[in-house]
């Protein structure tokens, strides 16, 4: 059974940092990409950034210099770095695995302060 559950979000104040983490479970982790996506009110849900089987990696002009995504293919891990938020950050961010995607995780909200 293909689970995706993400963790780590949080309230923080502009300016700040929090580390997300994707836990997966029911599929071959290593080779697939990784991307976290993020949805806000009203919005449709994004593509943040990705990072293939080889760690190659890719970002939204919106969040590059400011977010790394990594992974930890021992544990089924994928880890989402994000320093200098800002409110537009604000959102639930979400796992999975483009371009197959699977069902989605719960998510997890993150809320930036000004």
């Known amino acids: 059974q293909v689970q995706l559950v993400e963790s780590g979000g949080g309230l923080v104040q502009a300016g700040g940092s929090l580390r997300l983490s994707c836990a997966a479970s029911g599929f071959t982790f290593r080779i697939n990409t990784m991307a976290w996506y993020r949805q806000a009110p009203g919005n449709e849900r994004e593509l943040v950034a990705a990072?293939?089987?080889?760690?190659?990696?890719s970002y939204a002009d919106s969040v590059k210099g400011r977010f790394t995504i990594s992974r930890d293919n021992a544990k089924n891990r994928a880890y989402l770095q994000m320093n200098s938020l800002k409110p537009e950050d604000t959102a639930v961010y979400y796992c999975?695995?483009?371009?197959?995607?699977?069902?989605w995780g719960q998510g997890t909200q993150v809320t930036v302060s000004s």
């Open positions: 999975n695995t483009p371009p197959h995607l699977r069902l």
């Open positions: 990072i293939q089987s080889g760690g190659s990696t």
